[in-house]
């Protein structure tokens, strides 16, 4: 029998952040930062007869938590709600707010406990050297994969060494 033989030297890599983001519009001026601002010099390219921009949002998820508390604050129920854009997590959240049959069934009054939402977002992005590397942005650290290149990782560090949000 014989063993598998590596193909390439894909790589990873994590930066936690010293605070999580503040909330969900801090997050996305970022998120859209990148993709609009391009700070890693990308290029755009063509795969499956697609033109892609060097830098485009590949997936996203926001997550809003709830807490239900009866009438003397105490915590007598809790919940979560995903979404795919950050529209719908706003919508959401003042829909969830606002559902009395929700408020009925739960017995008590829902709060947003916006600290423990969740928020992330990865961006796929064409290096000019032909790679694309995912970059993903989580509420507490970002993550850098599917790149072979050190010098990747070197554009993305110095980059992210610049922006408060991800010293």
Same mark, same amino acid.
């Given at each position: 029998?014989?063993? $598998?033989?590596?193909? /390439?030297?894909?790589? /990873?890599?994590?930066?936690?952040? *010293?605070?999580?983001?503040?909330?969900?519009?801090? $997050?996305? &001026?970022?998120?859209?930062?990148?993709?609009?601002?391009?700070? $890693?010099?990308?290029?755009?390219?063509? /795969?499956?007869?697609?033109?892609?921009?060097?830098?485009?949002?590949?997936?996203?998820?926001?997550?809003? +938590? $709830?807490?239900?508390?009866?009438?003397? *604050?105490?915590?007598?129920?809790?919940?979560?709600? /995903?979404?795919?854009?950050? &529209?719908?997590? +706003?919508?959401?959240?003042?829909?969830?707010? &606002?559902?009395?049959?929700?408020?009925?069934?739960?017995?008590?009054?829902?709060?947003?406990?916006?600290?423990?939402?969740?928020?992330?977002?990865?961006?796929?992005?064409?290096?000019?050297?032909?790679?694309?590397?995912?970059? @993903?942005?989580?509420?507490?650290?970002?993550?850098?994969?599917?790149?072979?290149?050190?010098?990747?990782? @070197?554009?993305?560090? @110095?980059?992210?060494?610049?922006?408060?949000?991800?010293?």
């Amino acid at each position: 029998m014989t063993d $598998f033989a590596p193909r /390439s030297a894909i790589k /990873s890599a994590v930066r936690k952040l *010293a605070a999580p983001f503040e909330d969900v519009d801090a $997050f996305n &001026a970022l998120v859209q930062s990148v993709i609009l601002n391009n700070p $890693f010099g990308c290029v755009s390219y063509m /795969s499956s007869g697609a033109n892609h921009p060097p830098v485009e949002k590949s997936r996203e998820n926001y997550t809003a +938590k $709830f807490v239900y508390q009866d009438s003397d *604050a105490k915590k007598i129920g809790s919940g979560s709600e /995903s979404y795919s854009t950050v &529209a719908g997590y +706003k919508a959401g959240i003042a829909a969830v707010l &606002a559902n009395s049959a929700n408020v009925t069934a739960h017995g008590g009054t829902p709060a947003h406990d916006s600290d423990g939402d969740a928020f992330s977002a990865t961006i796929r992005c064409h290096a000019a050297n032909g790679e694309i590397f995912l970059l @993903t942005f989580a509420r507490q650290q970002v993550s850098l994969s599917s790149y072979e290149d050190d010098s990747i990782q @070197t554009v993305v560090e @110095t980059w992210a060494d610049g922006v408060p949000a991800l010293a």
